[in-house]
């Protein structure tokens, strides 16, 4: 069976929040300035509307939980996903980043669900919890990501949406086409 594609399922699945944990070997002074300061310039860029990002006011200067050397974590709703994505790998330097989304399965998360800026390291995946009863909810006072209560895009102006963008790359001969649904 392949990924799904049924859009409402689709939809309910779709991932609301993540974090970015900016990694720095604890014993160079240089790794742990370099990072001071990009979460810093992030926090400056928050105030002045570049996008929703919340560094953890902890720095972890050595490991902590699953992650083995010093870090610390950047909350992103995904509204601002793109824009803190790609301010980090345009600006991070010789720094890793884990980027894992926020869902019930905090372990699965960090594990079959991440993604590295930079070099990995390997993660203590023993400390984290399979599963959560709750969805992880971090500042809902901004109401963004799970918290949000923007109206959503209907399934039938999301199927517009999508017809129109098929109609538009009718004649553009490098871009796939989408496979015909079997009549039934």
Known sequence: MGP???????????????HFHIYFHQK???????????????????????FVAVPLYRVNEGPMGPHPVGSYEI????????SVFS??????GELSILVHPLTREERGDHEVRRAWIGPSYPLDLSVLPVKSEMTPLQYPSLKLGYSSEAPQMSLEAR????????????GEK????????PVS
């Open 159 to 170: 199927k517009r949406l999508g017809a129109n963008v098929e109609r538009i790359l009718e």
């Open 174 to 181: 490098e871009a796939a086409k989408a496979p015909q649904d």
């Open 75 to 82: 909350w992103c709703p995904s509204e601002s996903f793109v």
């Open 4 to 18: 799904p594609t049924d859009l409402q399922q689709v939809l309910d699945s779709e991932i609301k929040e993540w």
């Open 87 to 92: 301010y980090l790998c345009m600006n991070r």
């Open 28 to 50: 160079n002074a240089s790794e742990h300035q370099a990072a001071l300061e990009l979460r810093d310039a992030v926090l400056r860029l928050r105030r002045d509307g570049a």
